[in-house]
């Protein structure tokens, strides 16, 4: 079967650096995608895992390891507009998302 | 990047009428589409995916007569609540798949079903 663990909730300070992981089981993989979701709003795109590794994108970054089925969402010099729900999902064999149940982050002032 | 739009953003109906919901994808054409259902505080809910010229496959546990979802054209999917009640209430949003990489998903703005 397949199964996605996240945080439900994390809490972090503005300016500061949180990390989100993401684990995961599935028998069959073709990605990892990180969404974020303000309340209210329709997800939008983060990042797209396949290959192991570290992927940059501006203060966000996003990590792989296919063998240890773990994911990370790094986010720096945070903001209060970061404040959202970061969904992690694993795209299967069929290339149907799987989706976490997603972590509330909440940044403080 | 590509542009997928869903419409109406907000809709509000009377128990029993039925209520239709477009998705447009409006700079590339999308041979799939996902409908998805949100509850609050929860996350998403896969409903069906729509394939163009063919009939939608659903997800366990929603009916089929109840959520109608036409794909018509390369561009457009349409998800028909009908017969609406009160516990329909939702977000409903749809996404396509892109055509450049692999199984990115390009979301609409969602549209928020509120059945009196």
């Known amino acids: 079967g397949q199964n996605i663990d996240q945080p439900t909730e994390m809490t972090a300070t503005e300016g500061a650096i949180v990390q989100i992981n993401c684990t995961y089981q599935?028998?069959?993989?073709?990605?990892l995608f990180w969404y974020q979701q303000h309340a209210g709003e329709a997800p939008t795109f983060l990042s797209y895992?396949?290959l192991d590794g570290l992927e940059e994108k501006g203060r966000f970054s996003s990590f792989l390891s296919r063998s240890k089925g773990y994911s990370y969402l790094l986010l720096k010099e945070l903001q209060m507009k970061d404040s959202a729900s970061y969904l992690c999902?694993?795209?299967?064999?069929?290339?149907?998302?799987?989706w976490g149940a997603g972590t509330k982050l909440i940044i403080k002032p | 990047g590509a542009v997928v739009s869903q419409h109406p953003s907000r809709v509000i109906c009377k128990s029993g009428t039925s209520v239709k919901i477009e998705c447009r994808s409006l700079?590339?054409?999308?041979?799939?589409m996902f409908w998805y259902r949100q509850f609050p505080k929860k996350s998403l809910m896969l409903m069906a995916t729509?394939?163009?010229?063919?009939?939608?496959?659903?997800e366990q546990g929603v009916e089929k007569d109840k959520f109608l979802i036409n794909h018509a054209s390369l561009t457009l999917s349409t998800l028909t609540v009908t017969s609406a009640h009160p516990e329909d209430s939702s977000f409903y949003i749809c996404?396509?798949?892109?055509?450049?990489?692999?199984?990115?998903?390009?979301f609409g703005e969602g549209s928020r079903l509120t059945v009196l």
């Open positions: 700079d590339f054409q999308a041979t799939t």
């Open positions: 895992n396949v």
């Open positions: 599935t028998s069959g993989f073709n990605g």
């Open positions: 999902a694993l795209l299967d064999s069929n290339y149907q998302l799987i």
């Open positions: 729509s394939n163009e010229g063919s009939k939608a496959t659903y």
């Open positions: 996404s396509a798949r892109g055509d450049r990489e692999a199984g990115e998903l390009f």
